[in-house]
């Protein structure tokens, strides 16, 4: 259930189990956390490259339409009047356009799925699928896990076989109830996957073909969150029960590395700029400390200049003679050094940060990631960059 409340926030999950001893009943509640929902699916018709003999036989004997080349128009995506007039063509001189499509033979029909295994169309759309959303699953991640950092990231559609497939991933780091290392979590068409981790192709790719050590994160010591969600018209599962998808599949093994490296890409900049503000924290510790002695050091050489002989009294610059006159009438103490030498640390540190924030393009508060939802899924927005922050939406 904390799985299902991940990728579905804007949903309320609520277990209740009553015993026949009050104290030992249980209620769970996974609040709702938005009420932004995944964009519906839009209906579609097979792609030619996806469909089987049987598949063809079953949309031949259903379809209304009379003639060869209407059927073609009408019960596959991507084809329309001048290709299907060059597909036929080049299924011989047995066919023609005006030929009724339920006198087609056997062999006819297998004719026409080896010309869609060989012909090129045009990709379908990601219209038809319904992910849950960059948003909602940062959202989902934070809501349940608490992790120190995340970050997130939503592919565009790509295909499989004729059938359109969305990869979306999610990396945090740290969190509540997070064991050391890798913790995986799976989804397929926003279902979580539960069995036969090992085999899954997120859990080979997480564990074996992403060097965590390049984005700055320990695999082992660190509380790793992989999040990777595939929604597809048709998922690729493996084993009698569709318990794990598949290593075996190039194009979804490159979508999920590809997601994952994205999200730590983000992360290896959020983690770069804590390690320099904390460097730098510990810059300014490391000075303070040293304040008490130094200034004890620099009160006693004075005090010495300031009480030495006329005679041997060298020849100070006016300003000079001016501190040592103060020394002398204890207008300068070891207390007034202290304070001096933590003022010029203080201002020292500031004039570092300014200019490390600068150099950052951040003027004045550190950046934080706002997100807005779109109103409409089928906006293509870019992103917009100022000195001051980075403007995204996310779909």
Same mark, same amino acid.
């Given at each position: 259930m904390r799985q299902m409340a991940v990728i579905t926030p804007y949903a309320q999950f609520l277990f209740k189990f009553v015993s026949d001893t009050p104290d030992?009943?249980?209620?769970?509640?996974?609040?709702?956390?938005?009420?932004?929902?995944?964009?519906?699916?839009?209906?579609?018709?097979?792609h030619p490259?996806?469909?089987?003999?049987?598949?063809?036989?079953?949309?031949?004997a259903d379809t209304s339409k009379q003639n060869l080349m209407q059927f073609l128009q009408h019960e596959f995506v991507n084809i329309g009047k001048s290709y299907a007039e060059r597909l036929i063509g080049?299924?011989?001189?047995?066919?023609?356009p005006k030929m009724s499509v339920k006198s087609l033979t056997p062999q006819q029909i297998v004719?026409?799925?080896?010309?869609?295994? *060989?012909? @090129?169309?045009?990709?379908?759309?990601?219209?038809?699928?319904?992910?849950?959303? &960059?948003?909602?699953?940062? +959202?989902?991640i934070i809501k349940e896990l608490h992790p120190d950092m995340v970050a997130t990231y939503s592919g565009s559609a790509q295909v499989f076989e004729g059938h359109p497939f969305i990869v979306e991933a999610g990396v945090s780091v740290g969190g509540k109830d997070?064991?050391?290392?890798?913790?995986i979590f799976r989804f397929a068409n926003r279902i979580p996957l539960l069995f036969e981790q090992g085999a899954d192709v997120v859990t080979r790719?997480?564990?074996?073909r992403i060097n965590w050590n390049s984005y700055k994160i320990n695999q082992t010591q660190d509380k790793i969150g992989v999040f990777v969600s595939i929604v597809s018209t048709k998922i690729p599962f493996k084993g009698t029960g569709k318990e794990y998808i598949g290593d075996d599949i190039s194009e979804i093994a490159s979508a999920v590395k590809s997601s994952i490296q994205q999200?730590?890409? *983000?992360? @290896?900049?959020?983690?770069?700029?804590?390690?320099?503000?904390?460097?730098?924290? &510990?810059?300014?510790?490391? +000075?303070?400390?040293?304040?008490?002695?130094?200034?004890?050091?620099i009160y006693d050489v004075l005090r010495e200049m300031a009480h030495s002989h006329p005679v041997k009294r060298k020849r100070y610059k006016d300003e000079d003679t001016e501190v040592l006159r103060?020394?002398?009438?204890?207008?300068?103490?070891?207390?007034?050094?202290?304070e001096k030498l933590a003022q010029h640390v203080e201002q020292v540190d500031y004039e570092m940060a300014l200019e490390y924030a600068t150099q950052s393009g951040v003027s004045e508060e550190p950046r934080e990631a706002i997100y807005i939802p779109s109103l409409e899924a089928g906006y293509n927005f870019i992103d917009f960059h100022s000195p001051a922050f980075v403007f995204r939406l996310i779909l």
């Amino acid at each position: 259930m904390r799985q299902m409340a991940v990728i579905t926030p804007y949903a309320q999950f609520l277990f209740k189990f009553v015993s026949d001893t009050p104290d030992k009943n249980v209620t769970i509640r996974f609040a709702r956390r938005t009420d932004v929902m995944p964009p519906v699916p839009s209906e579609t018709k097979h792609h030619p490259s996806s469909v089987d003999l049987l598949l063809i036989k079953r949309l031949i004997a259903d379809t209304s339409k009379q003639n060869l080349m209407q059927f073609l128009q009408h019960e596959f995506v991507n084809i329309g009047k001048s290709y299907a007039e060059r597909l036929i063509g080049e299924m011989g001189p047995d066919f023609s356009p005006k030929m009724s499509v339920k006198s087609l033979t056997p062999q006819q029909i297998v004719r026409i799925h080896q010309l869609f295994r *060989q012909a @090129k169309f045009e990709d379908p759309h990601g219209d038809c699928l319904s992910p849950a959303g &960059e948003y909602n699953l940062r +959202l989902g991640i934070i809501k349940e896990l608490h992790p120190d950092m995340v970050a997130t990231y939503s592919g565009s559609a790509q295909v499989f076989e004729g059938h359109p497939f969305i990869v979306e991933a999610g990396v945090s780091v740290g969190g509540k109830d997070v064991k050391h290392g890798l913790n995986i979590f799976r989804f397929a068409n926003r279902i979580p996957l539960l069995f036969e981790q090992g085999a899954d192709v997120v859990t080979r790719t997480a564990m074996k073909r992403i060097n965590w050590n390049s984005y700055k994160i320990n695999q082992t010591q660190d509380k790793i969150g992989v999040f990777v969600s595939i929604v597809s018209t048709k998922i690729p599962f493996k084993g009698t029960g569709k318990e794990y998808i598949g290593d075996d599949i190039s194009e979804i093994a490159s979508a999920v590395k590809s997601s994952i490296q994205q999200c730590c890409v *983000q992360l @290896k900049a959020k983690i770069v700029k804590k390690i320099q503000a904390r460097e730098q924290q &510990e810059r300014k510790r490391n +000075l303070s400390k040293y304040i008490p002695d130094a200034a004890n050091a620099i009160y006693d050489v004075l005090r010495e200049m300031a009480h030495s002989h006329p005679v041997k009294r060298k020849r100070y610059k006016d300003e000079d003679t001016e501190v040592l006159r103060k020394v002398s009438a204890h207008l300068i103490t070891r207390e007034t050094l202290r304070e001096k030498l933590a003022q010029h640390v203080e201002q020292v540190d500031y004039e570092m940060a300014l200019e490390y924030a600068t150099q950052s393009g951040v003027s004045e508060e550190p950046r934080e990631a706002i997100y807005i939802p779109s109103l409409e899924a089928g906006y293509n927005f870019i992103d917009f960059h100022s000195p001051a922050f980075v403007f995204r939406l996310i779909l």
